[in-house]
């Protein structure tokens, strides 16, 4: 890469320039943590004149720079001398079409979670109290050729009920209010697909009943839970 292909810091204020080192960190967060490989994976987050800050296309997620991150308007049009964003793109800009109030997006490949799609095993089945009683439990959306417009079509209805689901046979999708609120629900996510995953390894698998089920979302008010839950609206179901 030359230098006549990045954008320069000098026209970047506050708010980007810690929005482009938080994708860098969130990145290299990722890998460290076995979330993503090699190039794979992409992250954005949106600033507050509706601008998208997005990782580019092939960048090793470990090892990036906040120079080297792709700036484009809302309807991804790039903007200075960004270099080609990622292939994932038109997911990202359908996530925050679809939700004003997000601000962050992380695509992975987690990979106990995902193996988990590929056994055809629904990560919305109630088992973990804990994720009851807080998300619900993580949807997956239909399969979609990854880099296609298949992918912003397969995700479109549950984004507009759910901050954690997953794409079959491909990866994970996270939305925050910021890039590490969406960094939380991936690890969160991928935790849980670990247990699974356990669980599955040693035997049968048995749901939480639909009264322990119950008990667990009636509780959510008083225990100070108040975001979005998959099991209370359906998402998906
Ligand atoms: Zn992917």
């Known amino acids: 890469m030359s230098a006549a292909d990045v954008t320069g810091p000098r026209s970047w204020n506050d708010e980007e320039a810690r929005l ?15 979330l993503i490989d090699a190039a794979a994976g992409n992250i954005s987050a949106r600033q507050a004149d509706g601008t ?22 809302a309807d991804g049009r790039l903007l200075g001398n960004s270099q080609r964003a990622s292939t994932e793109t038109g997911m990202h800009l359908t996530v925050y079409r679809e939700r004003p ?7 992975c490949h987690p990979p106990h979670a995902v193996a988990l799609t590929i056994a055809g ?11 009851v009683v807080t998300i ?7 399969y979609a050729t990854p880099g296609t417009e ?19 046979m491909h990866g994970s999708l ?7 609120d969406a960094f939380k629900k991936l690890d969160m996510l991928e935790h849980m697909a670990k247990i699974l ?29 108040t975001g979005t839950n998959t099991l209370e609206n359906r998402c998906g179901l």
């Open 136 to 142: 619900g439990g993580i949807p997956t959306a239909n």
């Open 197 to 225: 995953w356990m669980a599955h390894a040693i035997g049968h698998v048995q749901p939480l009943s639909p009264d322990a089920v119950k008990k667990l979302l009636d509780s959510r008010s008083e225990l100070g839970f």
């Open 52 to 73: 998208i800050l997005i990782t580019p296309a092939g960048a090793m997620k470990g090892c990036m720079a906040p120079e080297h991150i792709s700036h484009m308007d």
């Open 121 to 131: 095993v629904d990560l919305q089945t109630p088992v973990i109290p804990e994720i």
């Open 174 to 180: 996270t939305l925050g209010s910021n890039l590490l």
């Open 101 to 107: 109030d997000v601000r962050a997006v992380l695509h």
């Open 150 to 168: 298949e992918l912003p079509d397969s995700i479109r209805d549950l984004v507009r009920c759910s901050d954690s689901l997953m794409l079959k």
């Open 20 to 34: 482009r080192r938080g994708i860098c960190e969130v990145g290299r967060m990722c890998y460290d943590k076995g």
